[in-house]
T-cell receptor
Framework: SAVISQKPSRDICQRGTSLTIQCQVDSQVTMMFWYRQQPGQSLTLIAT?????????ESGFVIDKFPISRPNLTFSTLTVSNMSPEDSSIYLC????????????FGPGTRLTVL | AQKVTQAQTEISVVEKEDVTLDCVYETRDTTYYLFWYKQPPSGELVFLIRRNSFDEQNEISGRYSWNFQKSTSSFNFTITASQVVDSAVYFC???????????FGTGTRLQVTL
């Protein structure tokens, strides 16, 4: 299984600011994803981070709010821009691994609180 | 469209009891994958199992067992002789064979007390 790390593990931010979350994987992976988990809720896919091209966003999520970078096959960043208290969530990086890319693992998450 | 239903929002059991967490899914794909994840209070998502749609064999791993039944579109998870450390939120998830997106259920919070 892939080992995934995220930075920061948690943060408390002021309204209107931006935070960039980093995701590092210990091996090269084709597919990386960013999920959001709002308090007490399930996980929702924000976007697929594509290496060498723009991220693919799910309905309800836009690049201006959640810009994503994927400079190589082991690293990605998610920025939460112009934050509001509604952005308070756990943000999780995820990768597909395994011989048929059907095993999916998650990073430890970044717990974000916006005041 | 894909859908995963975990009807049990919260379950409380006493240690050493057996508990079953239900998961019902909907998909039109003939090839798909089902997952269970555990999310302890610390927040990380721990992978427990992946099952593909062509393999209906039940699986046992220690105190954990999974019952996959395509006829009822269910993939239930049983913990035998539960322990306090099993207290967590458990998520069932579905991924079609042709896509990369995981669709999660709403989760079941399991509380195991002494």
């Amino acid at each position: 299984s892939a080992v995934i790390s995220q930075k920061p593990s948690r943060d408390i931010c002021q309204r209107g600011t931006s935070l960039t979350i980093q995701c590092q994987v210990d091996s090269q992976v084709t597919m990386m994803f960013w999920y959001r988990q709002q308090p007490g809720q399930s996980l929702t896919l924000i976007a697929t981070a594509n290496q060498g091209s723009e991220a693919t966003y799910e309905s309800g999520f836009v690049i201006d709010k959640f810009p994503i970078s994927r400079p190589n096959l082991t690293f990605s960043t998610l920025t939460v821009s112009n934050m509001s208290p509604e952005d308070s969530s756990i943000y999780l990086c995820s990768v597909c691994s395994g011989s048929s890319y059907n095993e999916q693992f998650f990073g430890p998450g970044t717990r974000l609180t916006v005041l | 469209a894909q859908k995963v239903t975990q009807a049990q929002t919260e379950i409380s059991v006493v240690e050493k009891e057996d508990v079953t967490l239900d998961c019902v899914y909907e998909t039109r794909d003939t090839t798909y994958y089902l997952f269970w994840y555990k999310q302890p209070p610390s927040g990380e998502l721990v992978f427990l199992i992946r099952r593909n749609s062509f393999d209906e064999q039940n699986e046992i791993s220690g105190r954990y067992s999974w019952n996959f039944q395509k006829s009822t579109s269910s993939f239930n998870f049983t913990i035998t002789a539960s322990q306090v450390v099993d207290s967590a939120v458990y998520f069932c998830a579905l991924k079609p064979g042709t896509a990369s997106k995981l669709t999660f259920g709403t989760g079941t919070r399991l509380q195991v007390t002494l």
